[in-house]
């Protein structure tokens, strides 16, 4: 028991940690606990003629033993969303996710609409979102998760993409820029941009810019991009030092997918960087992340040199879900 002299109490509690204290046991022997005429308890040593209304027991409390949640606080190549959230509810948060109708999107979607969080899969093609979106609800028919329209080689659907979502009058507390391209031929998007470095990369800084007031509206509010470690492997620099911007969208004669893929993807992290500088002091952090080495997706979808090179190392990567979830 802790005394606070100055206050004239008495409490089981810790004043500065907070862990409690109790008596434990059967009383020691030689003691029998007994009532006065008032209702009172006290305790009796017959062995030494005495009596006392503390508990001869104070002398040999036990701390109190706290639950500790079942969280794993380690985490591997074979944890996954669903483990990392256990325990966390996420109701009230409303979340956008790029891409979310497959691979890493998708899983990162359903696993935040199974912790409670309004989840909006923007997707280039809306059918497929809207599978992505009924699997979700067969798994839990009260998750909150809807499909809308995004192609981010599309600058103009960009905008009515974000025009759409503050039409709603929704907050936004997540944005985890996702969608990508890997292994595409050359070829220009309607704007006149090379597809990979738009994609990846202008598509998101542009919905980004465009959705940054609802973020600062909705703080603490985070932005979250998908990046990739390959960034390391490039630079946006000609053989003097000095930044060639025209190297993000290369001409056909100098265009390779792996490094306008490498390229984007160091964009991605230069913007993530710069973002969270100029918005943290108000509330919006952003972060930029590398999924995993030779994580197995359907990225590599768009050549089949890629999709060869995946499935033989598919063995040795690390899958959307663990064993327990598929």
């Given amino acids: 028991m802790f005394c606070s002299h100055i206050e004239l109490k008495t409490q089981w509690d810790h004043p500065k940690t907070g862990k409690k204290k109790r008596v434990a046991g059967d009383l020691p022997y030689g003691w029998e606990r007994e009532t006065d005429d008032n209702g009172q308890v006290y305790f009796v040593d017959h062995i030494n003629k005495r009596t006392t209304y503390l508990d001869p027991r104070l002398a040999f409390t036990v701390e109190e033993a706290s639950e500790k949640p079942n969280i794993r606080q380690r985490y591997d190549g074979n944890s996954t969303a669903m483990e990392i959230l256990q325990g966390r509810d996420l109701s009230g948060k409303v979340v956008i996710v790029t891409g979310a109708n497959t691979g890493i999107g998708f899983e990162t979607a359903r696993s935040l609409a199974l912790h409670g969080a309004h989840v909006v899969l923007a997707c280039r093609n809306r059918a497929r979102g809207n599978v992505a979106t009924q699997k979700i609800l067969d798994e839990w028919h009260k998750a ?183």
């Fill in 144 to 326: 909150k998760v809807e499909t809308m329209t995004l192609d981010l080689s599309s600058l103009r659907n960009v905008e009515q993409f974000a025009e759409a979502y503050k039409t709603r009058n929704l907050p936004l507390h997540i944005l985890i820029c996702n969608a990508g391209v890997f292994g595409s031929s050359w070829q220009l998007t309607e704007d006149g941009l090379e597809t990979t470095f738009q994609v990846n990369h202008l598509g998101h800084f542009y919905l980004v810019q465009l959705l940054q007031d609802v973020l600062r509206r909705s703080i603490p509010s985070r932005v979250i991009i998908v990046s990739s470690e390959s960034h390391r492997f490039t630079d946006i620099k000609d053989s003097s030092g000095k930044l060639d911007l025209s190297r993000l969208s290369p001409a056909k004669k100098d265009y390779w997918a792996m490094l306008a893929y490498n390229r984007s993807k160091l964009c991605n992290i230069l913007f993530s960087n710069e973002l969270n500088r100029r918005l943290s002091p108000h509330g919006v952090t952003s972060n930029a992340l590398h999924p995993g080495n030779m994580m197995y997706t359907s990225i590599h979808r768009s050549w089949w040199l890629y999709t060869l090179l995946f499935t033989l190392a598919r063995p040795f990567t690390k899958s959307m879900v663990s064993n327990q979830l598929t």
